[in-house]
């Protein structure tokens, strides 16, 4: 068993490699950052090695500033690593060589991969024996992006990894007092090296990607053009994508939402083995009924992570952060930011563990704090069952609601800055902007297959064990006795019904409803898993993405459609699910911020749904719901409090 | 003269980096430390676009004043 570790400059292709030569799915984007933990995976079986390979966080240097320098120092230290792998960017030979002169020092067999040669190699031409005899280590033209070379760089790296030695061409430098000046003759030994193995075929400075610049970067056209292109992938996926998803899948899909067929099949056969009814229930409602729920959202899933990946490949992320960082610190955030809330839209999880790239302490907790705000995978199925079920032929609600959140996080960044105190010191910021480029679509078809995966697997671990426990908690009564007829003296009911008077003025308050937003805790998926179980609903979509049984679905509810729309609000802000929750902890690394986090979620998503209920309710009905004064007195309540921290935060730095 | 003060598209020769240990060690990183070649490619409210190395990177105001380069050679450029 050897030990493959690939290092190399932020963004240069690490983890596209990566995920090429073991066959994992890693999160990639054109933008650096992305990888901030090492993760390791065993080589494919077809390069006949056993061999563990491990993908470090991108660095530029190996001095330890930042978090992912740590990591990536310790570990090429600490570890016995047989064979180093440097990836570099062609598009960047000296900058990159800077790294490469400090991992040689290491002593350890390396490998050059040079890497993005699709990009490079209309405009630049290099001298690879030249490089290589310099360097003293093999150097291999690769495209991870295309899958070029790839086969050729195993092969090699696995016969360096015999060599045990690594001949040090800076060692001279070793013996130099000054720290500064080595680094100095350090640069000038690489930029001979860059000039006598690079031709540039046009020195033409000004590229198609920096005109492009010239207007994206502009923060009008930029966020428009970003405005229109989000609006326009949750328009392509709800509308189109999803159903030709839905199409390939086709027999699965019909499968799962012709659910009630399926059951019915399932029951005689069942009864015909003379199983009891209660177990035919259980398995027919309980653990199919809720997964099926869940599982005929695929499609969606799946074609809003395709395009989303298209997006972060092309490179245009990059620019928005860039764009969005002096908007983004007067909220309190912090351009980077944007890497955390836009992985959010896929997972919460990844996204907050992205927050340490940030180095400012405060704008990283902003972050941490805010990105559980984005509406998540998992809460893909909350908006479009409520939105789909309950505004018919209104496709513009879907966008409306991702827009409304994204407005929630400036209103939420405006109030946390209150109440923290706003951060006078200017931080310096900087991000490099890649050149932009064609989005692999193979890439993204992984990262969608991928995402299917993971929510299957979810459906079929979490969501059919929670689901069990909903069904299992709503036919026994507490003395364990089946209940026949009325489901109102359940466990369940009786547990979520004191949580439901909480709800009433918001206007869902039922306790099967209650019970649905509590399981969402646990994971976001379950509340559409819980509805489905206790109205016994069956399959809620078709394979054309209609929802089925949409008029019984808001008979069953019994609430109005503003109730509806309060609810999906309610389950979108509260508390995301227990794994976010875990991720947050272990980001905020203080119980009491994650506390006022929880605490915020609540309050934010209890407050949202109130006020969408109370001011729906008076423009539809054109007068005010019966809970009305109670509603305002909360709000009035809740004005006043965070007033009052406010308050006390300015005298706190008053006396300071 | 720092950044903010230079003209777009010209070659300019960076005389030092004011600023902490942390960010001058990580610009030397990049390539951009005294007597390196830098470009600036585009301003705009407060935003910059640099070129180190073959490289663009986006920087704000505060890093823009930070950096300062040689006078003399950009006028001569001129």
Known sequence: MIKIALAGNPNSGKTTLYNLITGRQERIGNWSGITVEKKEAKLKDKYKKDAIVIDLPGVYSLSSFTSEESIAINFVKEQQIDVLINVIDSNNLSRSLYLSSQLLELGIPMIIALNKSDLAKYRIKFDLDKLSKLLNCPVVIISSANDKGVKELIKKTIQRSEQKEQINLFEDLNDSSEGELQDKIRYDKINQIVSSVETRKDNKQVSISDKIDYYLTNPFIGLTVFFFIMWGIFELSINWLSEIIANILGGIMSFFSVTTFFQDAISDLLTKFGVSEFFINLINHGIIGGAAAVLGFIPLIMSLMFCLSLLEDCGFMARIAFILDPLF??????????????????????????????????????TVLLTPFIPCGAKVPIIVLFTVAFFPDQGWMFPLVYLMS???????????????????????????????????????????????????????????????????????????????????ESILATIALPISFLL????????????????????????????????????????????????????????????????????????????????????????????????????????????????????????????????????????????????????????? | MNITEAKIASDLIVKEVKANQEIKKFLFSLGCYEGEVIKILNKNRGRYIIIVKNSRYGINEKLAKAIQIEENYYRNKI
């Open chain 1, 504 to 656: 009433i003025p918001l206007g869902f308050g039922v306790w099967q409803l209650a019970a649905a937003a509590i399981t969402g805790f646990v994971a976001k998926e379950e509340v559409i898993g819980t509805i489905a179980v206790l109205y016994a609903v069956g399959g809620l979509v078709n394979e054309n993405f209609e929802v089925l049984n949409s008029d019984l679905l808001r008979d069953t509810l019994g609430i109005t459609k503003v109730a509806a729309l309060a609810f999906m609000f309610f389950n979108l802000f509260t508390p995301p699910c227990f794994a976010a929750i875990g991720a947050m902890r272990s980001e905020l690394k203080s119980k009491k911020w994650l506390a006022f986090g929880i605490l915020l979620q609540f309050c934010v998503g209890y407050l949202f749904a109130l006020i969408v209920y109370q001011v729906g309710t008076l423009i539809v009905n054109g007068k005010p719901d019966p809970t009305f004064i109670i509603a305002i007195i909360i709000l009035v309540t809740a004005v006043l409090i965070s007033i009052r921290m406010t308050n006390k935060n300015k005298e706190m730095e008053m006396k300071l």
């Open chain 1, 406 to 488: 994204f407005l929630l996080i400036i209103v939420l960044g405006l109030f946390i800055k209150n109440i923290v105190g706003a951060e006078n010191i200017e931080n310096y910021f900087i991000i490099e902007l890649p050149e932009y480029k064609y989005p692999s679509f193979s890439i993204a078809s992984s990262v969608a297959m991928d995402n299917c995966k993971s929510f299957i697997k979810k459906a079929g671990t979490i969501i059919v064990i929670a689901s069990m426990i909903v069904f299992l908690l709503s036919s026994f009564d507490f003395k364990l006795n089946l209940i026949t007829d009325n489901i109102d």
């Open chain 1, 329 to 366: 610190k007067k909220i309190g955030l912090n351009g980077k930011s944007i890497v955390s809330l836009a992985m959010g839209y896929g997972c919460s999880v990844p996204g907050i563990m992205a927050t340490r790239t940030i180095k400012s302490e405060r704008q990283k907790r902003m």
